[in-house]
């Protein structure tokens, strides 16, 4: 950690308005990185649920068979051709049932989504698998590495985002220092205790650390909208507004929301005029649509802009509320207090100048000039320009009768600027310094009423340092908590492991009477070939492509050396094209939420739907996913 040495001192900004700033460093502590604690969540739970199923089978199929099949599907449509198969190298096609190769022309789900994010990463593993000898490792034949590595990727990008954004917050709250003629240059240096602060409470929560590694279309919306942060922090609304545009045309059209209110809030500021903002959005929906247009054509097989159907699908038809309405007031009342947890105690702080008064009592006599520190009113407005277009998105936002949380992703991040603002006064309050020295006020003042007010400000300062402790405590159990929302992921590879300890497929040629006679005293089962069904419920939650593949990739005992036979997996779909119309017993195994099918005996159940018992302290479970083998 670094040793706090800093310099507290009242400044005027360009605004008018007083801050306290730092000289030098004065973070408490190193800033703590989620890489290094959301790396461990990315290996120990590699499954994903239905909402993130889609980019992650994209980032499958992308990888395994490319873009050919889709682009000769394509160019001979119009012809009537023949769909591709799967390309000669792939050794399984075990994952679809139909023609093509492609997860999503068979469940293409509610409405249709982009391929551009997951081309990307599915690129970058590609190449990186072109890059390693197979002799040294061959990576497509791992598919949960692969699977891991986009996951890195997408965790990478994100947090690269988040350590942009505190820089700049360190250049915007440097610039404030530097505006002020009072101050010398050596107490004029640039502050890096609210970047510190910010990347620590971003650590601490549950949402942002935890989705910044799965492929949902709000986690890139969430990576773009924080680099737009940054650009505004950094004084360049139009590379903001380009980001804005960006997002809101390729990955998320609810960002369009942010981009009004923002877009506003720059106009009346004349951070931007109007030609420029129309410049600037024509030109960068142009360049957007010119990228991800053609590759979501080529590989829906139709012209297509995904997130204009989106749009159409959410705001003209308003279909979205069959999947369930909360109330007006959900997303202040229930989901920033669960995304924030205590936290959000801090944010209010931000706008507040009393913190500024207590250390001014403190250090009165402190100051070079012996004057009374200047006083200005009793609230801070230097983050209200940034914090109100955001909160003017979730008013808007509100409208919508369907909400969930991931909606309002790109919110958080302003929230957790306002929160690591008002923490770093707490700090400053705590620990406060004079003007040319290198050492903090010791605690024997002259007064008893100045050390009284010290101890105050430094238990005040305890308080949001515990705040942030307890909500990382929280995200804690949220983690376990989700670890059980995945029993279709489980079901899957205790599968897996059921098939490579107890089952062995029937060779094409006998085999040995040594063989026979061990296989016997095992009692191992003999199929000529296995047929799962992974029913509406385990396919929604945590079956993957890259866990199917990788199920089917070596399911006998290492042990006996025997040919793989067929592996086949079928998939129901919520779609009454893509519901089993097969007679169970065609199947040798069952993934299904029934407890009971005739012909079939389980092997083993998968727990789910977690509940935390407060009152006992546990996570309850009951049982969601069993495993059936036919009789």
Partial sequence: PKTPSTTQQTTDNDDGHDHLYLKRSASPAMPIHPPSHITPRTIHMPPLKVEESFNLQAAHDLFYHGLGPAWRSFAIGAEGGESPSCSAEIDSCSATDNDSPYDHMKFPGVVPRTFTGVFILSSIAKTTSWIIPKQIFNLPSHPMIVQFLIRLELLLFSWMAHVQLSKSLEGYFGRHVQSSSKLTQKAATIPTVISNYYLMITASQFHIPFYSSRLLPN???LLLVTHAYAEWFNNNPRRTAIYLVFTTAIFRCD?????????LTMLIRRELSIVQAIGTGVLTGVFSLLLSV??????????IWPEFEVWWFNTVDNKSSEWG???????????????????????????VRLPESVSSSCARSNFETGQKPKQSGMFDLCLLPFFTPVCGFILLYSFLPHKEIRFI??????????A?????????VAFPISIGQETPIKLNSKTNRKQILLWIARGIYICGIGSVACTMLGSMIFVRLSKENYPGGVALERLRRHLETSITMQPSSPLPQSLLIENKERQVSEWENVHVHIDVAAAMTGVSLFGQRHASHRYLNAEIKVHEGPFRITKSGYEEENSSKDSSMVFTHLL?????????????????????DTRNFRIETQDAIYILERD
């Fill in 219 to 221: 986690t890139f919306a």
């Fill in 409 to 418: 992703f790109p919110a958080l991040p302003m929230f957790n600027v306002c």
């Fill in 325 to 351: 309405t909360m109330p007006f007031h959900w997303y202040v009342s229930k989901a920033l207090p669960k995304g924030m947890l205590l936290t959000a105690l801090l944010v209010p702080l931000a706008f």
């Fill in 294 to 303: 053609p590759i979501d054509s080529i590989m829906w097989g139709r012209p």
């Fill in 420 to 428: 690591a603002y008002g923490m770093s006064k707490l700090h400053q």
């Fill in 592 to 612: 299904t939420e029934q407890q009971q099918v005739e012909g079939y005996h389980m092997i083993e159940s998968i727990p789910g739907h977690p509940r935390l």
């Fill in 255 to 263: 960002v369009l929301l942010l981009l009004f209110t923002i877009g």
